[in-house]
Structures are given as C-alpha cells and as structure tokens.
C-alpha cells in the first residue's frame, strides 16, 4: 500500500455532524489527493496537495475542506455532513507531475 | 473535468483467454495514461502506463495500447487468471501533470 494510511477506515455519522478523514503517508511524496468512489462515477477528485499549505480544489469540491499542516498527513473534513456524502473515500499520493498515484486502503463512510 | 469513459461495464472471459478492455478519452492535450486495477475491497493498483509519444507497451501479462488518432486506450491481459477478476480503470492526466481522472471502470470476471 506504498505506506499509506487512511483512517477511520469505516465511519457512520449522523447528518449535520462533522467528520474528519486522515491520511498519512510514510513516501515523503510532495501531492496527496482525496477522492470519493461511488458507483456509476468511478473515482472523482476532492481535493488535493502539492504542498504543505498548498491545497486546490478538484471537481467536486463542495462540502469538503482540507488541511496539510505536515508533508505526511493530509486531512479531509466534511463540515456538515450530508447523505449524499454517503461513499467511499481514497488517499492518493504521487512523487511528482505525470506519475502514478499510489492508493490507501479506502475509508467507507455512511451518513444516515 | 476530463471525459474519461469505459465501453463495456462488464467483462467475462474463461480462464487462459486473453482479455480486452477499453477505454474512450476526450482530451487530445492528455499526454500520460495509467491502468488501475481494484479488488473488492481494496484501493486501486497500477497496472501499467503510457505516455502520449508511444503507441503500444507491454508488462508482464499486460500490454496497452494508444491510438491517438480516435483517442482511444485499451488494456490487453494475456492468459487470464482467476486472480486477474476485478475492476479495471484507466485514468487520464490533466495538463496540470498532476490531476487524475478516471472512467467508470469495467468489472472482470474471469469463468474458471
């Protein structure tokens, strides 16, 4: 699993709550991603890093924050948490541009 | 983001056939392609890539192929294993060199 690790690995979480997802990583790998995996959409990005500090959004942004306060460990939370954020959530890291991303292990989250 | 998608959803081959599953891309600026494959379960993991000055490449087992003209890639598995059962997608790199997107992934069934 290229020493990442996701954590919780399984949540369920009432709706209007915050959740926080985490990611570490072990590669001193410089871009992390988050993306959400949901049936008929495949993988799409949340967010990602190119940096400590250093956030952008990616296509479905909306609902999510993230924090990189380390190089290993990059956070997202989900502020108030909906049903439609009902999905599985994977950390991505890669060493550079046009390099393959390395996955975690996955985090299903459950908003009822 | 960018339209990366799958012919078939499903795939079912008999054991010691090979197998091809395709994948349709809409960005003619893409220049870098990598193939994932998910277990039930499990993040993805990468199969094998190539980039946009390259046509064919082959690992072991498993050859993609680049036709830029139609703008197409597709994955060829030789022999099939039972192991070889799971979901494959192929993902697109922006121009950024950092943004992966992904198609909807086409499920393999390998019949024993």
């Known amino acids: 699993d290229a020493g990442i690790t996701q954590s919780p690995r399984h949540k369920v979480t009432e709706t209007g709550t915050p959740v926080t997802l985490r990611c570490h990583q072990t590669?001193?790998?410089?871009?992390m991603y988050w993306y959400r995996q949901d049936p008929g959409h495949g993988l799409r990005l949340i967010h990602y890093?190119?940096?400590?500090?250093?956030?952008d959004k990616g296509e479905v942004s909306d609902g999510y924050s993230v924090s990189r306060s380390k190089t290993e460990d990059f956070l997202l939370t989900l502020e108030s948490a909906t049903s439609s954020q009902t999905s599985v959530y994977f950390c991505?890291?890669?060493?550079?541009?046009?390099?393959?991303?390395?996955f975690g292990q996955g985090t299903r989250l459950t908003v009822v | 983001g960018e339209n990366v998608g799958l012919h078939l959803p499903t795939l079912s081959v008999q054991e010691g056939d090979n197998s091809i599953i395709n994948c349709a891309y809409s960005?003619?600026?893409?220049?870098?392609f990598i193939w994932y494959k998910q277990e039930s379960g499990k993040g993805p993991q990468f199969i094998i890539d190539?980039?946009?000055?390259?046509d064919k490449r082959q690992g072991q087992r498993v050859t993609v192929l680049l036709n830029k003209t139609v703008k197409h890639l597709s994955l060829q598995i030789a022999a099939t294993q039972p192991g070889d059962s799971a979901v494959y997608f192929c993902?697109?790199?922006?121009?950024?060199?950092?943004?992966?997107?992904f198609g909807t992934g086409t499920s393999l069934t390998v019949i024993p």
């Open positions: 991505a890291i890669t060493m550079g541009s046009y390099t393959e991303a390395f």
């Open positions: 590669e001193n790998h410089r871009y």
């Open positions: 890093s190119y940096g400590v500090k250093d956030t």
């Open positions: 960005n003619s600026a893409s220049d870098y």
């Open positions: 190539i980039r946009s000055n390259m």
């Open positions: 993902a697109e790199i922006g121009a950024s060199g950092n943004q992966f997107y």
